[in-house]
């Protein structure tokens, strides 16, 4: 079985992925770093900048269907891994092709923080492109956050949870067989 934990920028995805990973012996992937990693070892931002958030979304695809062809992994997505650009409106939508490829024979964990613990965290990272060019932060926020909630296996609540706490509520999930 795989486990992919879903959730906005910042939320911790990548902090409990990594702890997971190494607590249970499994394999741990990030989707951005291996977009990075096909992209020549461009950053998001630079693929971004250079290709559009649409030619982004197709590559976390074609990843992603390589992923599922893998098993005993951690997947570490990034925060948009539900989602792909319309190519007629350029707006943000509901990837169904993502969406279907990491449901089948993936744990789906949404790892859940409110929205102003969200907004108050520091998102300046040079490595990732702005969101506010592609729309107001909070407006992206409120679209996503039903949606992962909607496609998650498990909610990870993280409000008022440290991570240590939340691996041990993960380890000790029924559905989850991590040994």
Known sequence: MKIALIGPRGAGKSKISRKLSKKTEKLLLSTDQLVCYEAGGRTVKEIVEQEGWESFRNREYELLKK???????????????????????????????????LKNNTFVIYVLRDLEWLLNKDLKNSQRPDLNSQKNYVDILKKRLPI??????????????EIEEAIEELIKLPQINFY
């Open 67 to 101: 992923l599922h062809k893998m098993d005993n992994i951690i997947i570490d997505c990034g925060g948009g891994i539900l989602f792909d650009i319309d190519p007629i409106t350029k707006e943000e939508i509901e990837s169904q092709r993502k969406i279907q490829l």
């Open 148 to 161: 992962y909630e909607k496609h998650a296996n498990y909610i990870l609540d993280m409000r008022n949870k």
